[in-house]
């Protein structure tokens, strides 16, 4: 939830705030816990103090006000509305020259499975995600970064005008794979694709239509994962950990 009023977001959470707090506290501008919350935030409280920023003791109504949730167990940040910083061409070449691996995201709408997929980035260490700036890219939010467990402090999120030109790009000097539950090819073949001597871009596309087809014609390979046959392919955020996976698999 973002108060363009204020220009602020509420970040609620115990491990969404708790790793806020431990990693960039100094983010932070206003902090409100309940009793059960307060003996996790006290060095917390004593830097807000040093800068002579709000922390406050409240009831649950209070902070369900705050974040406009009841899923704030029992503590809420207000920080200042993140900017996600443009990707420009120093970051892409530097990926370029240590062979990164990097998540690219082509259109994906939904705050919750943003924060799940940069949830599972941090837990398999990939650092950079890329999104589109394009309508239905979700942005980030009290939702996603409560989704997100904490992951929020360690993933570097960077916005591209689109995905599709962001692999037109860097042809040849990426390995472009996108995940397309029609593709015939598995993905065990992941670590074939994935070129030793290139940085990847791997692509997931939009919850609803997958990856656009400007998207799919720059891809160098394009990879499903393989199922029953019952449903016709897994939500975006559980696909991007199987992803995720590969990715740091060597």
Request: charge should be neutral.
């Amino acid at each position: 939830m973002k108060n363009k009023q204020s220009g602020e977001l509420a970040v609620c959470g115990f491990e969404a705030v708790k790793a806020l707090a431990d990693k960039h506290g100094e983010k932070i501008e206003r902090l409100f816990f309940n009793q059960d919350k307060a003996r996790f935030f006290s060095e917390t409280c004593k830097s807000l103090a040093s800068r002579r920023k709000i922390y406050r003791l409240v009831e649950d109504s209070e902070l369900e006000k705050l974040c406009k949730s009841v899923h704030h167990q029992g503590v809420v940040a207000m920080i200042a509305n993140p900017e996600i910083p443009a990707l420009d061409r120093q970051t892409v070449s530097s990926w370029e020259v240590s062979r990164e691996r990097v998540l690219v995201l082509d259109r994906v709408g939904n705050a919750n499975n943003l924060g799940a997929i940069v949830r599972s980035a941090a837990f398999f260490g990939i650092s950079s995600l890329v999104i589109s700036r394009e309508d239905d890219q979700a942005e980030l939010s009290t939702s996603s970064w409560r989704v997100a467990q904490g992951g929020m402090e360690y993933v570097n999120i960077y916005s591209a005008g689109s995905a599709a030109a962001l692999l037109e790009d860097t042809a040849g000097r990426f390995v472009r794979i996108g995940a397309d539950h029609r593709s015939s090819v598995d993905i065990s073949a992941f670590s074939r694709l994935a070129c030793a001597n290139k940085g990847v871009l791997v692509v997931l596309g939009n919850e609803e239509s997958g990856l656009s087809p400007r998207v799919k014609a720059a891809c160098d390979h394009l990879v499903k994962i393989p199922g029953s046959g019952s449903i016709e392919s897994l939500n975006v955020a559980q696909a991007a950990t199987l992803f995720l996976y590969e990715m740091v698999r060597p």
